[in-house]
């Protein structure tokens, strides 16, 4: 499609921005349910009715999730004498905590091979159904928020977990699932329960070739920003993405619901300004860090790239450079962690705009629901800045903000930064993990401080909930597994956590009317300052970080 694919991407987006946007609104402010959903709440025991304050709708949420963990590591171990195991012996402990770890947060990082790792039946039963799940809780996560900001009760219910976990897997993702899953079939993506077939090369020798349902799992994996390919080489694999045209579809997928997630907010809160500012900020930073790496990826710096035209090590030929910087523009700006490219072989430059996509917080589009509730947040930490420089109390949408809600606020931005630091400080002085840098050498080295990015960009995916990875980087050990794994859980479940302590404050909040004094939230100004806390934020944490790694590796 050579450059085709970003205006066909922006055009696809544009048409269903309203529509989509407005139904999702309609589907959390719907009054009644339907037959199924009625059913699974008699099944389940689960008052729909019933609201709930910011601290039962987070027990319910961490609740659910842990009985997912438990419930996904569990099924991994005994697979080897389940049906449609195809040979294969139950995952070893440490990567069946990592792998369940990752499919329950929505990180989708896989530390094995999924052809000769997880069988027929745990592929769909367990990591496909948590593709539908930890999607579906990240979007009723961004409505809790959403609510705090419209309603006022003294109570302070921001609704039923339940029913927002329900409905945004039936009425939301399951649908458009369906309809991407039908797409990819016509292209020639492969949907089968047997475990592969032999085939003769050119030169005589037989090569098994896996086989799976990748089409039901693939479709989920990008309209949920999950990530994880039922494959080893993910969107890059011809059975997951044969065609340019399903490389269209699934860059669509990913940042479909988080960019139409701007218009349900902006119909929620009554005011649609709101979401076409939020969309501003969150396009800005998604076209500036495609502009970079569609740059750098174009050049031909070095031997190899100069007689290629450009840099093509690692890039799938029937993508080429535009499409695989789309990808994994997308993909690192979503939380998703597919790709169809490998972002070890792209350019210094390259691979630190990606990075940085992730350290930015992945809020351009973000993942689904994660985007929008972590756009909000630094929304609030700028009407913060602004109350500051002109003297008065910041109000956001109405709700005055005090100190309670900036704490949360704070909080939830800090975890992130934290987990990244923490985790790759330790990581690079352990004598144990020297040898897994796979480009490490002398201190000082191109690949010493290439080795450093790899460690940094794990650490980075796994708290962003991420899942891609710099491939270089061999993170089968113990260390690994149990840091990889508690970052992901850490990462995603912490700031959920204080993002609903902020709803549960802003619930019971009163309104107070806009006078003269107040920050209008809409508009180029509003825009400018939340783009330049978002910019701040990320530059004054992790700028030593990136000195350290992919800038100093750009300037050699």
Same mark, same amino acid.
């Given at each position: =499609?050579?450059?085709?694919?970003?205006?066909?991407?922006?055009?696809?987006?544009?048409?269903?921005?309203?529509?989509?946007?407005?139904?999702?609104?309609?589907?959390? /402010?719907?009054?009644?349910?339907?037959?199924?959903?009625?059913?699974?709440?008699?099944?389940?025991?689960?008052?729909?009715?019933?609201?709930?304050?910011?601290?039962?709708?987070?027990?319910?949420?961490?609740?659910?999730?842990?009985?997912?963990?438990?419930?996904?590591?569990?099924?991994?171990?005994?697979?080897?004498?389940?049906?449609?195991?195809?040979?294969?012996?139950?995952?070893?402990?440490?990567?069946?905590?990592?792998?369940?770890?990752?499919?329950?947060?929505?990180?989708?990082?896989?530390?094995?091979?999924?052809?000769?790792? @997880?069988?027929?039946?745990?592929?769909?039963?367990?990591?496909?159904?948590?593709?539908?799940?930890?999607?579906?809780?990240?979007?009723?996560?961004?409505?809790?928020?959403?609510?705090?900001?419209?309603?006022?009760?003294?109570?302070?219910?921001?609704?039923?977990?339940?029913?927002?976990?329900?409905?945004?897997?039936?009425?939301?993702?399951?649908?458009?699932?369906?309809?991407?899953?039908?797409?990819?079939?016509?292209?020639?993506?492969?949907?089968?329960?047997?475990?592969? !077939?032999?085939?003769?090369?050119?030169?005589?020798?037989?090569?098994?070739?896996?086989?799976?349902?990748?089409?039901?799992?693939?479709?989920?994996?990008?309209?949920?920003?999950?990530?994880?390919?039922?494959?080893?080489?993910?969107?890059?694999?011809?059975?997951?993405?044969?065609?340019?045209?399903?490389?269209?579809?699934?860059?669509?997928?990913?940042?479909?619901?988080?960019?139409?997630?701007?218009?349900?907010?902006?119909?929620?809160?009554?005011?649609?300004?709101?979401?076409?500012?939020?969309?501003?900020?969150?396009?800005?930073?998604?076209?500036?860090?495609?502009?970079?790496?569609?740059?750098?990826?174009?050049?031909?710096? &070095?031997?190899? %790239?100069?007689?290629?035209?450009?840099?093509?090590?690692?890039?799938?030929?029937?993508?080429?450079?535009?499409?695989?910087?789309?990808?994994?523009?997308?993909?690192?700006?979503?939380?998703?962690?597919?790709?169809?490219?490998?972002? /070890?072989? =792209?350019?210094?430059?390259?691979?630190?705009?990606?990075?940085?996509? =992730?350290?930015?917080?992945?809020?351009?589009?973000?993942?689904?629901?994660?985007?929008?509730?972590?756009?909000?947040?630094?929304?609030?930490?700028?009407?913060?800045?602004?109350?500051?420089?002109?003297?008065?109390?910041?109000?956001?949408?109405?709700?005055?903000?005090?100190?309670?809600?900036?704490? @949360?606020?704070?909080?939830?931005?800090?975890? @992130?930064? %934290?987990?990244?630091?923490?985790?790759?400080?330790?990581?690079?002085?352990? /004598?144990?993990?020297?040898? !897994?840098?796979?480009?490490?050498?002398?201190?000082?080295?191109?690949?010493?401080?290439?080795? !450093?990015?790899?460690?940094?960009?794990?650490?980075?995916?796994?708290?962003?909930?991420?899942?891609?990875?710099?491939?270089?980087?061999?993170?089968?050990?113990?260390?690994?597994?149990?840091?990889? &794994?508690?970052?992901?859980?850490?990462?995603?479940?912490?700031?959920?956590?204080?993002?609903?302590?902020?709803?549960?404050?802003?619930?019971?909040?009163?309104?107070?009317?806009?006078?003269?004094?107040?920050?209008?939230?809409?508009?180029?100004?509003?825009? &400018?300052?939340?783009?330049?806390?978002?910019?701040?934020?990320?530059?004054?944490?992790?700028?030593? %970080?990136?000195?350290?790694?992919?800038?100093?590796?750009?300037?050699?």
């Amino acid at each position: =499609m050579g450059g085709l694919e970003i205006p066909i991407v922006i055009a696809v987006l544009a048409a269903a921005y309203v529509p989509l946007g407005d139904y999702m609104a309609r589907v959390y /402010d719907a009054p009644h349910h339907d037959r199924v959903e009625s059913v699974l709440y008699r099944l389940c025991r689960i008052d729909p009715k019933a609201e709930q304050t910011w601290v039962g709708y987070a027990t319910s949420l961490l609740g659910f999730s842990a009985a997912s963990l438990i419930v996904l590591y569990v099924l991994q171990r005994i697979q080897g004498v389940l049906p449609l195991n195809g040979g294969l012996a139950g995952v070893s402990p440490l990567v069946a905590f990592n792998t369940a770890a990752s499919f329950v947060t929505n990180t989708n990082w896989q530390s094995y091979v999924p052809e000769t790792t @997880m069988s027929n039946l745990t592929q769909p039963l367990g990591l496909a159904v948590q593709n539908f799940l930890s999607a579906a809780v990240g979007m009723a996560v961004a409505v809790a928020l959403v609510r705090g900001f419209v309603r006022v009760r003294s109570r302070g219910e921001i609704g039923n977990f339940w029913v927002d976990l329900t409905r945004g897997t039936l009425r939301i993702l399951l649908p458009l699932s369906v309809l991407v899953a039908l797409i990819m079939l016509t292209q020639g993506v492969v949907q089968s329960f047997l475990t592969g !077939f032999v085939s003769t090369g050119v030169d005589g020798t037989t090569v098994k070739n896996a086989l799976a349902p990748v089409a039901s799992q693939e479709s989920i994996k990008v309209i949920g920003t999950n990530g994880g390919g039922i494959l080893g080489a993910n969107s890059a694999h011809p059975f997951e993405n044969p065609t340019p045209l399903t490389n269209v579809v699934q860059i669509i997928s990913l940042l479909l619901i988080p960019v139409a997630l701007t218009r349900t907010f902006g119909t929620m809160v009554g005011n649609r300004k709101q979401g076409l500012t939020l969309l501003a900020v969150m396009a800005v930073l998604w076209g500036g860090i495609l502009a970079v790496t569609l740059a750098a990826e174009s050049g031909a710096r &070095g031997v190899a %790239a100069q007689a290629a035209g450009a840099m093509m090590e690692g890039k799938e030929v029937r993508f080429g450079i535009p499409g695989s910087a789309l990808f994994a523009v997308s993909t690192t700006g979503t939380s998703t962690g597919a790709v169809n490219s490998a972002h /070890d072989s =792209m350019s210094s430059l390259g691979g630190g705009a990606v990075l940085l996509n =992730m350290l930015l917080g992945e809020i351009a589009p973000g993942g689904v629901g994660s985007g929008l509730y972590g756009l909000l947040v630094l929304a609030i930490i700028a009407v913060f800045v602004g109350g500051l420089l002109v003297g008065r109390t910041p109000e956001f949408l109405g709700k005055k903000l005090g100190r309670r809600e900036i704490t @949360m606020a704070a909080l939830s931005v800090l975890v @992130m930064p %934290a987990l990244v630091l923490l985790g790759t400080s330790i990581t690079v002085i352990l /004598d144990s993990t020297q040898g !897994f840098q796979g480009n490490s050498g002398d201190p000082g080295s191109a690949g010493a401080i290439h080795g !450093f990015t790899e460690v940094l960009y794990a650490y980075a995916s796994a708290s962003n909930n991420n899942g891609s990875a710099f491939g270089g980087l061999t993170v089968t050990s113990g260390w690994f597994q149990i840091s990889l &794994g508690l970052a992901m859980l850490l990462g995603r479940f912490l700031p959920i956590v204080f993002v609903l302590a902020l709803a549960g404050s802003l619930v019971k909040s009163k309104r107070t009317s806009a006078d003269v004094g107040t920050l209008p939230t809409t508009g180029p100004l509003f825009g &400018g300052l939340l783009l330049g806390t978002v910019v701040l934020v990320s530059a004054l944490t992790f700028f030593p %970080a990136l000195a350290l790694g992919p800038i100093a590796e750009a300037l050699r």
